[in-house]
């Protein structure tokens, strides 16, 4: 299995208050993405980022942001938390951007906001 | 945009039953096309992919076709187990995106 942790898996938050999730990979991919999961919708991309500091928004990006001071991590923020924002959040990883370099994926962060 | 349709479930199924997961596209040039499964509590996996026009991919039993004729890339399997009950994602890549689409998903259960 690729090498990526999430975390925290689980946290129950109010809303108003700042949220940050961590993805972590130990395979040196210069690729990282964060996706939102959340019935009927399938996954939503939020943002990815193409190397260290470099990021890009993705189709769902209002209420996040992201920053990637390092390889091996990328965190995603919530700034002021939403009931909107309940989901569960995965993060993935790739080589580069070519489909000969398929998106491996976390296990995901179950996120409730209260 | 680039779009996938998956059918919708969910699809529940008895062991050794015929499976077909409905997966069409709309996308400009020639995109590679991907299945991915979703265990209940885990993260997405590859299951298997094409990247061309008549590639079959195939893995663990499962296969899809890359149809360009009708733009469809269904997913299969001769005689489903227990073990394959889980949420399936079809996706495409387009050749210089960073980006994965995805379909909504479709849940299988398949029952003893």
């Known amino acids: 299995d690729a090498g990526i942790t999430q975390s925290p898996r689980h946290k129950v938050t109010e809303t108003g208050t700042p949220v940050t999730l961590r993805c972590h990979q130990t395979?040196?991919?210069?690729?990282m993405y964060w996706y939102r999961q959340d019935p009927g919708h399938g996954l939503r991309l939020i943002h990815y980022s193409y190397g260290v500091k470099d990021t890009d928004k993705g189709e769902v990006s209002d209420g996040y942001s992201v920053s990637r001071s390092k390889t091996e991590d990328f965190l995603l923020t919530l700034e002021s938390a939403t009931s909107s924002q309940t989901s569960v959040y995965f993060c993935?990883?790739?080589?580069?951007?070519?489909?000969?370099?398929?998106?491996?994926f976390g296990d995901g962060t179950r996120l409730s906001i209260l | 945009g680039d779009s996938v349709t998956q059918m919708e479930g969910p699809v529940t199924l008895s062991e050794e039953a015929f499976l077909t997961i409905n997966c069409t596209y709309t996308?400009?040039?020639?995109?590679?096309l991907f299945w991915y499964v979703q265990y209940p509590g885990e993260g997405l996996q590859l299951l298997l992919k094409?990247?061309?026009?008549?590639d079959k991919g195939s893995n663990k039993g499962f296969e899809a076709t890359y149809r360009k004729e009708t733009t469809s890339f269904h997913l299969e399997k001769g005689s489903v187990q227990v073990s394959d009950s889980a949420v399936y994602f079809c996706?495409?890549?387009?050749?210089?995106?960073?980006?994965?689409?995805f379909g909504k998903g479709t849940k299988l259960t398949v029952n003893p």
């Open positions: 395979e040196n991919h210069r690729y």
């Open positions: 996706a495409l890549h387009q050749g210089g995106s960073e980006k994965l689409v």
């Open positions: 094409a990247t061309k026009a008549d």
């Open positions: 996308a400009t040039g020639y995109p590679s």
């Open positions: 993935a990883i790739s080589g580069d951007s070519s489909s000969n370099q398929p998106q491996h």
